[in-house]
């Protein structure tokens, strides 16, 4: 079982969710939610900026490091839509060049885009980031 697995599990049981009502938040059916905390599925884009929505430190989750206390204190991370945009951004990327990547660079790839994106640019710049992704890997 990876830390992904390990971490979301964690997340769910924190809020006092059954797998049916915490996949339910990020669209997914109990089989899939079962098989994210067994470490057989990571989840995908979609499912992580709905459960963060819900109030899930996807960080956390991701990379095993609790939100920054400057994001926890300024939820503008959330609510201007720079993680849901970094994640497509890179889901993007890594999908159109059938890429994958392991799990630690993959939460580092997310924060480094969030980072970029909370600086408010438009979305033009997000979609040229799957372009530099696609360079990159």
């Known amino acids: ?8 599990r964690e ?6 969710l059954s797998q049916t009502a915490f996949g339910a ?12 905390e067994r470490g057989d599925r990571n989840p995908d884009a979609t499912y ?9 430190d996807v960080l956390y989750v991701l990379t095993g490091r609790r939100e920054p206390a400057h994001y926890q204190q300024d939820q503008s991370l959330v609510s201007s839509g720079s993680l849901e945009r970094a994640i ?9 060049n059938n890429r994958e990547l392991p799990p630690e660079k993959y939460a580092k790839l997310i924060m480094a885009v969030v ?14 980031i799957g372009n530099i ?3 990159a890997v």
């Open 133 to 135: 992704i696609k360079l």
């Open 115 to 128: 980072d970029f994106l909370a600086d408010d640019v438009d979305d033009a710049v997000a979609d040229r």
């Open 48 to 56: 992580l900026a709905a459960i963060s929505e819900a109030g899930v």
């Open 25 to 36: 938040l990020g669209s997914a059916s109990k089989p899939s939610q079962v098989r994210y």
């Open 11 to 16: 997340e769910r049981e924190s809020l006092g």
């Open 88 to 96: 497509t951004s890179v889901e993007q990327g890594l999908k159109e």
């Open 1 to 8: 079982m990876d830390g992904i697995s390990v971490r979301l």
